[in-house]
């Protein structure tokens, strides 16, 4: 089984109390969004691996570590999931991007997937799949589907909020991926929305509605 990490570091929570309030509009959704995902990035990196490079200091030459082996590869699903993109492209620049299209049925609450384009050579890839909210978990098991069906075999999946059900569901499906959120909420709501959530991710990132 892959690991569940709740990231609740103080300033997590406490970013994350700001973007909860329905008076935070869209430019400060945006930054502070940003500013949770680097955070949450610098410990879900915390496994990349390393090997020895031999360098010149002004004093002598030394053995020393620097990142190795497999890359990394971001993968929002579309739309919310950008909101999450560049907080990690600001601790690993060189990441490459690919894109999820899915939107969920307001009434099924079913995900649909309409777009994918990622890396060639995913397949060789650490993959970040980044979305707000991990809800019924629909959209991430049919992203994760999707990498997989493409070769992707290193997977973790970050979100900012999540519900029980959905976590459930994801670790059912996919039990070897690893999880981060910065916090796990309640429950769902009637209309598969999370108590007490944040609303709607897209929309607030966007200023949708
Ligand atoms: C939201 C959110 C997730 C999904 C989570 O996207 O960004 O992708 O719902 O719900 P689930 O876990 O029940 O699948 P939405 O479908 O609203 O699309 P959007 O990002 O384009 O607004
Ligand atoms: N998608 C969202 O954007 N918010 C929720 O609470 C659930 C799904």
């Given at each position: 089984m892959g690991k569940f990490q709740v990231l609740d570091h103080p300033l997590i929570q406490h970013k994350l109390t700001i973007i909860r309030?329905?008076?935070?509009?869209t430019k400060v959704f945006r930054e502070v969004a940003d500013e949770i995902t680097t955070l949450m990035a610098y410990d879900v990196a915390r496994d990349m691996p390393l090997e020895d490079v031999e360098i010149e200091t002004p004093i002598q030459k030394t053995t020393v570590k620097t990142l190795a082996g497999k890359k990394v590869a971001i993968v929002p699903i579309l739309r919310a999931g950008i909101g999450m993109v560049d907080g990690i492209l600001e601790l690993i620049p060189a990441a490459k991007v690919g894109h999820i299209g899915m939107y969920r049925d307001?009434?099924?609450?079913k995900p649909h997937e309409y777009f994918v384009k990622l890396p060639s050579d995913i397949d060789q890839r650490q993959v970040y799949v980044v979305d707000p909210m991990l809800a019924t978990g629909g959209s991430a098991i049919m992203a994760i589907d999707a990498l997989k069906k493409r070769g992707a075999t290193n997977i973790k999946f970050m979100c900012l909020v999540s519900a029980p059900e959905g976590v459930k569901a994801l670790q059912e499906a996919h039990p070897e991926i690893d999880i981060y959120t910065a916090a796990l909420d309640e429950r769902l709501n009637e209309?598969?929305?999370?108590?007490?959530?944040?609303?709607?991710a897209g929309d607030r990132l966007f200023g949708t509605k």
């Open positions: 309030n329905k008076n935070c509009g307001e009434e099924t609450l209309n598969g929305y999370i108590v007490p959530g944040l609303g709607d």
